[in-house]
């Protein structure tokens, strides 16, 4: 791969990952402000799980426009690995700018009530912690680098698995 064409991945890749990053957003946003049991909740699960799809159009739309209808396997790797490292970053940015300047602890109180119900009691009895235990870890764990790293980290390495999918069935031979 010559520079153009490296220069010209790195640019769809990064555009493409914000588009992805803010499909993402979409989803916690419905997340953090609507009932887990809602419309919101239901959408928000349809987002993340629309995300190959999304990423596999984006790659279409490289290789139909970028490339003249033709894409490797090693270049469509590539390409959605690079998507996916930037939607991670992105969103993770994005994630803790909202945990460190306006959640105010929203997100913690929505994870307690969780814990607290009563499905959710008979679960730690039979691991052997009580719900103020899992709170106590929940409160160390809540930090905004600590949650924007994690988000990071599983969009990353969920995004590699996808990306070996997506590039196989993507890629198309000249």
Do not use: H
Not at 64 to 90: H, P
């Amino acid at each position: 791969m010559e520079y153009e064409e490296y220069r010209q991945l790195r640019a769809y890749s990064r555009y493409d990952g914000i588009y992805l990053a803010i499909l993402w957003l979409a989803s916690f946003a419905l997340t953090v402000m609507t009932p887990p049991t809602s419309i919101g909740g239901s959408i928000s699960t349809l987002l993340i799980l629309i995300t190959p799809f999304f990423v596999a159009w984006r790659l279409r739309k490289y290789r139909e426009e970028g490339l003249g209808g033709t894409i490797s396997f090693k270049r469509a790797l590539l390409y959605c690995v690079r998507v996916f490292f930037n939607a991670s970053l992105f969103f993770a940015i994005c994630q803790w700018a909202y945990m460190y300047f306006l959640d105010g602890g929203r997100l913690l109180r929505m994870y307690e009530t969780l814990l607290n119900a009563p499905e959710m009691q008979a679960a730690l009895q039979a691991v052997g912690m009580s719900s103020s235990e899992m709170n106590a870890a929940a409160e160390q764990m809540f930090t905004p680098v600590y949650l924007a790293s994690y988000s990071f980290f599983i969009g990353f390495t969920s995004g590699i698995i996808l990306s070996l999918l997506i590039a196989a069935i993507m890629q198309r031979r000249g």
